[in-house]
C-alpha cells in the first residue's frame, strides 16, 4: 500500500534526537552556534572556522555530510567531521586532570564513531537528510540541513564549517533545533555532569548560581533522565525551585521526559509552561507547534513557523510543508493546497507536499487534478499506482468511482509500487 501524508503525532521535534550517540543534552540557551558572535580563532585540530562569504569547498562538505546522515554512514561521517575539534571543543573547558581528560576523549570517540547509526536508529521511521543551502551567521559561514523523519516531522541542523591545512572543509559542530543546543555544548554539558562540576551544571541549567541543594536536584534530574526514568524525573523537576522550573534548558528536558510517559496530560502540560516562558523564541518553533495545533490557537501555531522561517533566513520547502500539513489537518484543503504547491516550487524532487497536494484536492473533490498529481509522482518518483494502493482509503472512495480515475486506471499497467512506498 502506498503511503499516504505523513500524520503528525504530538512532539514531532522534541522526540527525535532523545539518545543521539547515546548522550542526553541540555540546551544551551545563548547558545554560539544559532545567536553569538563566533570565534573565529584556530580550532583543536588545526582548522580554521569558515568566514562570512567563504563557501570554497562547504556544499560539498555539507552534501557529504547530508548523504552520511541519510545513509547512516558513519565512515562517512568520520570523513566529514573533524572528531579532533569536536573532541577539543568538548574538553577544553573540563576541570580534568590529564588521565580524566585522556579517558574522556577516548569515550567520546568510541560514542561519536556510531553517530550516523544512532541516529538514524533514533528515529523510528529513518533519517533522510536534505541539503537546504549556504548562508552567513554572526560573522561564520554556516550549511542548513533539513532531516525528514517521516512520521515523526522535521528538524534541522546548522552546520558549522572549517578548512583544515590540507585545504579540506570539514564540519566541526552544529546546532540542533530539536534540542536546542550546539551538539558539541550538548556533550560537554553531559560531561560535565559527571564530573560534578559546579560551573558546568550552571551552565547547563542556565543560572548564574546553585545552591548545593539545587546543584544535587540537578545532578538527580538529569541521571533520572539519562536512566529512562522519566516519571521520576518528571517529579523531580517539580520538586526544584522556581528560578530552576523557568530555566529554558531544563524545560526543554521535562518536555522530553514528558513526550516518555504515558497520556498526553504531562506531555501539553510541559509543552504550555515551555510556551508560557519562552513562547518567543524562534528555535522552539518545531516543538511549540504542536502545541498551538492542539491548544486550537491557530494564529499562534503559523506565527511560530513563520518566526523560524525568518530566523533560517530562508523559505525552506520543509516549513511550507508542515503549513500544509497544519491547514489540511485545521479544514483549510484550500490554503493546504496553495502551500503544498508552492513547496513543490520550492524543491521539486521533495515528496511529501505531493501527498498532501493530493488529499487538499480530494477534499475539495479536484479529481481531475489528483490524477494528474499521481502522474506526475509517478514520473518524478517511480511509483506505479493501481487501484489496490487505493482501494479501503476513505477519502479515496468517491475518487475511485470518477471518470478521471477509471479513464487513467484503463492505461497501460505499470511496475509494481517500489518497497518504500509501500
Known amino acids: 500500500m502506498v503511503t499516504l501524508a505523513p500524520r503528525f503525532v504530538p512532539g514531532p521535534a522534541v522526540r527525535v534526537a532523545i539518545g543521539i550517540a547515546c548522550l542526553i543534552g541540555l540546551a544551551a540557551g545563548a547558545s554560539e552556534g544559532a545567536t553569538g558572535t563566533p570565534r573565529l580563532a584556530p580550532l583543536p585540530g588545526g582548522l580554521t572556522p569558515l568566514a562570512a562569504g567563504q563557501h570554497a569547498g562547504a556544499e560539498a562538505s555539507a552534501r557529504a555530510f547530508a548523504i552520511a546522515i541519510g ?45 550516523a547509526a544512532r541516529m538514524q536508529q533514533s528515529a523510528p521511521d529513518g533519517i533522510v537528510a536534505y541539503y537546504a543551502g549556504l548562508f552567513d551567521r554572526g560573522g561564520q559561514t554556516r550549511a542548513l540541513l533539513r532531516l525528514d ?20 572543509v570539514r564540519v566541526y559542530d552544529w546546532y540542533d533545533y530539536a534540542q536546542g543546543t550546539d551538539f558539541s555544548a550538548m556533550v560537554a554539558q553531559l560531561a560535565g555532569l559527571m564530573v560534578r562540576d559546579r560551573t558546568s551544571l550552571e551552565r547547563a541549567a542556565e543560572v548564574s548560581s546553585l545552591t548545593d541543594e539545587e546543584a544535587d536536584q540537578l ?8 536512566t529512562d526514568r522519566y516519571a521520576t524525573a518528571l517529579a523531580t523537576f517539580e520538586s526544584m525551585p522556581e528560578s530552576l522550573r523557568r530555566s529554558r534548558a531544563l524545560l526543554i528536558q521535562r518536555v522530553k521526559a514528558a513526550s ?6 504531562a506531555y501539553q502540560g510541559a509543552l504550555a509552561d515551555l510556551a508560557h516562558h519562552h513562547g518567543d523564541d524562534p528555535r522552539l518553533a518545531l516543538m511549540l507547534a504542536d502545541h498551538y495545533f492542539y491548544t486550537g490557537d491557530r ?50 524532487g521533495y515528496e511529501s507536499p505531493y501527498w498532501i ?16 498529481t499521481l502522474r506526475e509522482m509517478g514520473t518524478r518518483f517511480g511509483y506505479a499506482f493501481s487501484r489496490e494502493n487505493f482501494e479501503g482509503r476513505r477519502e ?27
Open 71 to 115: 545513509q547512516g554512514d558513519d565512515v562517512q561521517v568520520q570523513q566529514v567531521v573533524s572528531l579532533d575539534a569536536l573532541v577539543g571543543l568538548v574538553a577544553r573547558d573540563l576541570p580534568l586532570g590529564e588521565a580524566e581528560r585522556a579517558g574522556l576523549i577516548k569515550g567520546l570517540r568510541e560514542g561519536l564513531s556510531g553517530l
Open 149 to 168: 523523519l517521516g512520521e515523526h516531522g522535521l528538524n534541522y541542523f546548522e552546520l558549522k564549517l572549517a578548512r583544515g591545512v590540507d585545504g579540506r
Open 219 to 226: 545532578i538527580r534530574f538529569i541521571e533520572e533522565l539519562r
Open 260 to 265: 516518555r510517559v504515558k497520556g498526553e496530560g
Open 299 to 348: 494564529d499562534r501555531l503559523f506565527e511560530v513557523l513563520a518566526r523560524l522561517s525568518a530566523f533560517l533566513g530562508r523559505e525552506d520547502a520543509g516549513l511550507v510543508y508542515m503549513d500544509s500539513v497544519y491547514r489540511l489537518l485545521l479544514g483549510e484543503p484550500a490554503l493546504a493546497e496553495r502551500a503544498a504547491l508552492r513547496a513543490m516550487a520550492l524543491e521539486p
Open 357 to 372: 497536494l493530493v488529499q487538499s484536492l480530494l477534499s475539495q473533490r479536484k479529481f481531475a487534478r489528483v490524477t494528474e
Open 396 to 422: 479515496f472512495a468517491e475518487y475511485l468511482e470518477s471518470p478521471s480515475f477509471r479513464a487513467w486506471l484503463a492505461q497501460p499497467a505499470m511496475p509494481a509500487v517500489p518497497a518504500k512506498a509501500r
